[in-house]
């Protein structure tokens, strides 16, 4: 899937918890949101094939910046729709929004794959040229700029990370919901037992990410950089 697609997933998201008419209703639309806001990482994605190195740094503090400035500003809009027109319209003042995104994305972010497409179409030929007396073998070698993307010149999608991501942070959330039922309600022996094997499922899934991570070509999240 594509960032396009994504957008389109988690637009359909937000629009279903607007229209959710039960628990169990938004929390499908809220999971929904969860597979569709896995657009973020490839934000930075775009900020390291775009940017130079001497810039990099910069760019990624920027995005991330706005992550901490759209939780305050969000807190701050969010309990002033509620108050004034409920619940539903956190999700259905965001629809406008997200679309309007998605059309930026359609305008420009196509257009730069396409840029760098042709770029890297020169690139090669001239490689070829450069190499036709020497007759080097990169044809059967792929080039490193080249890993991680499908055959249509996109960077592919690290599934596995992402599901056991998701499992990880799933499980770890849980694991601390029923710490806390269980601390504030001292007879309640059958959550207790839920916790062990949910920790130990979140602690094997984050081993099993990191793995994945490691051997991943185009890796939802670079280790190198967190270390």
């Known amino acids: 899937?594509?960032?396009?697609?994504?957008?389109?997933?988690?637009?359909?998201?937000?629009?279903?918890?607007g229209l959710s008419t039960s628990i169990s209703f938004l929390l499908i639309a809220r999971v929904i949101q969860g597979i569709g806001i896995s657009i973020f990482p490839i934000a930075f994605g775009i900020i390291r094939d775009q940017l130079p190195k001497e810039?990099?740094?910069i760019g990624v503090g920027v995005v991330s910046s706005m992550f901490a400035a759209g939780s305050v500003v969000g807190l701050a809009l969010g309990g002033s729709i509620i108050n004034n027109f409920g619940w539903r319209a956190t999700f259905l003042s965001i629809v406008p929004v997200a679309i309007i995104l998605w059309v930026i994305i359609n305008r420009f972010i196509h257009s730069e794959n396409k840029r760098a497409e042709a770029v890297e179409k020169q690139d090669n030929l001239a490689q070829a040229d450069a190499n036709a007396d020497t007759k080097s073998s990169i044809v059967h070698s792929p080039k490193p700029s080249a890993v991680?993307?499908?055959s249509n010149g996109m960077r592919s999608l690290d599934v596995n990370g992402a599901i056991t991501l998701a499992i990880t942070i799933a499980s770890f959330l849980l694991t601390l919901t029923y710490i806390g039922n269980s601390s504030s309600n001292a007879s309640a022996y059958p959550t207790q037992i839920v916790i062990v094997?949910?920790?130990l499922l979140s602690i094997g899934s984050l081993t099993l990410f990191v793995i994945i991570e490691r051997r991943a070509a185009s890796p939802l999240l670079e280790l190198s950089l967190m270390t």
């Open 197 to 199: 094997p949910l920790a």
């Open 55 to 57: 810039k990099l740094a």
């Open 148 to 150: 991680g993307f499908n």
């Open 1 to 17: 899937m594509n960032q396009k697609t994504l957008k389109c997933i988690y637009i359909i998201g937000i629009l279903a918890g």
